[in-house]
């Protein structure tokens, strides 16, 4: 009876039961991530959920899952209490993390990954990792009113490489632009619809998905392989090897970053922060205005330049 | 040789002359637009930098976009 729309649809059917056996991996449970694990949920497909980051003010424009009582709470633990009420019957990991090189084993268990990441450096190791362990993956990205979307299938399709070049930073981002809330939804549902497709052995866009929901512009693009491509013609998988990794990162939103430094006892931490900052803690992670610090290492920093967020996480935490 | 281009990131459309030679990176270099946080299209295809543009053409340079 849950699914029962679905198996009305002559294109799902009896695969509606295909849905239920699958798990798919969601990288990022920001706007578009929220929605597609939404969407999915409600599906019946069962879930591996990823995010470092918690829920901030700014969010709720257009993260459609989270409320105002949930801020300052870590996403991937919110999302899953709530897609767990939606439907109880799937089920659902859900990984407070940074996803690199050295923990991406933990997708292995997929048979689909989302990303629904902020940055290109997590987009190219995803795609290190689909093509050498053939799983396929959906890139989704948004900007201002403006959403691309593209199926990387091993064997099938080109993949992210063969078209996405390595760049120092984009000259637009979130931060300078700003994002329609109406566009997260749009790109989720493609997202979404694309997974369906997939994980059903159905036909799939084989194309680059442009769309502008503003002007009501649409593009499908024909992209073909680069028989120069370093991932899936050379085999070269310096990204799932570790030789890119950074431990530093830009990340998408409010001049955020990311440090990894050793793990941290956040009791500790808090005591320490408490005689000069008005830094929060609760049994995820300490929060400030400047900075958020997880027990792994991880500590985001809101700072207009990677010298400033060094600086930060020098002055708060490792002294 | 006269080729159009759409530019999405300004929304200017623009005719250009360029050399009978030209390709989608020397286009690009003379734009003084950085091939990496661009897609190229032509024809709706699209066409990596070393591609050699023809005359009449019309191109169309896309914004990479990274948010989620």
């Known amino acids: 009876m849950r699914y029962q729309k679905h198996e009305l649809l002559s294109f799902i059917g009896k695969k509606q039961k295909f849905l239920e056996e699958k798990t798919v991996a969601i990288i990022g449970l920001g706007a578009t991530g929220s929605t597609s694990a939404n969407l999915l949920a409600r599906a019946g497909i069962n879930l591996i959920l990823i995010d470092r980051d918690v829920i901030e003010l700014d969010n709720l424009q257009r993260q459609t899952i989270f409320d105002e009582l949930d801020i300052g709470h870590p996403k991937v633990i919110i999302a899953k209490e709530k897609l767990s009420k939606i439907n109880s019957k799937i089920k659902i990991e859900a990984y407070l993390l940074d996803l690199n090189y050295s923990n991406i084993d933990i997708l292995l268990k997929a048979n689909l990954i989302l990303d629904c990441t902020d940055n290109m450096e997590t987009r190219f190791l995803i795609n290190d990792f689909s093509i050498f362990n053939e799983i396929p993956w959906i890139y989704a990205a948004v900007l201002g009113s403006n959403a691309m979307s593209m199926n990387i299938v091993p064997n099938k399709t080109p993949c992210f490489r063969c078209i996405f070049k390595e760049q120092e930073s984009l000259t637009e981002n979130c931060d300078s632009v700003g994002v329609l809330n109406t566009i997260t939804n749009l790109i989720s549902s493609i997202q979404s619809t694309e997974a369906i497709k997939i994980l059903t052995n159905q036909d799939f866009n084989k194309e680059i998905f442009i769309f502008n929901i503003w002007n009501l512009q649409m593009q499908k693009l024909v992209v073909k392989k680069n028989l120069d491509c370093k991932t899936c013609f050379k085999n070269n998988f310096e990204y799932l090897e570790g030789k890119k990794y950074t431990g530093i990162l830009k990340l998408c939103g409010q001049n955020s970053f990311q440090i990894i430094g050793k793990p941290l006892n956040l009791k500790n931490l808090h005591k320490r922060l408490s005689k000069s900052t008005d830094a929060k803690i609760n049994k995820y992670c300490i929060y400030s205005d400047k900075f958020t610090a997880f027990s792994d290492g991880r500590v985001l920093i809101k700072a207009n330049s990677v010298n400033k967020a060094k600086s930060i996480y020098s002055k708060f935490i490792t002294n | ?68």
Do not use: A, P
């Open chain 2, 1 to 68: 040789m006269q080729i159009k281009i759409f530019i999405e990131r300004t929304n200017k459309n623009l005719d250009l002359e360029i050399k009978d030679t030209s390709k989608v990176i020397d286009l690009l270099k003379s734009l003084k637009i950085d091939h990496t946080t661009v897609l190229v299209s032509r024809n709706n295809e699209l066409i990596t930098e070393d591609i050699n543009l023809n005359n009449n053409d019309n191109i169309k340079i896309l914004s990479v976009i990274s948010g989620g």
